[in-house]
């Protein structure tokens, strides 16, 4: 069945500055919280690809968090991504 009312966003790091956001729909940038316009319906084995760059803002471990969600699934699918950052 298609998915209706796909959402994303992604969330980051007091030491990590935003550069660009680009993907299945437009991304805009708030702080330290990237959203993307929802996707109207998502049909059935179809992919929706984003591309998030950040750059370091200051030495040390960080994450990145991603998050979907949509009309049909209401409890959030998190994904969460660990790096280090090097000066």
């Known amino acids: 069945a298609p998915l209706p009312g796909s959402r994303r966003t992604c969330t980051f790091e007091d030491k990590m500055d935003f550069v660009s956001a680009a993907g299945a729909t437009a991304g805009t940038n708030q702080g330290k919280t990237i ?6 319906t998502l049909a059935p084995g179809a ?3 984003y591309t ?3 750059k370091a803002a200051g030495e040390g471990q960080v994450q990145l968090k991603a998050e979907a969600s949509s009309d049909q699934i209401t409890r959030t699918l998190i994904k969460t ?3 280090n950052f090097y000066r």
Do not use: C
Not at 35 to 40: D, E, G, Q, S
């Open 52 to 54: 998030v760059v950040i």
């Open 81 to 83: 991504e660990t790096t």
């Open 35 to 40: 959203t993307f316009a929802p996707i109207p």
């Open 47 to 49: 992919r929706a690809t």
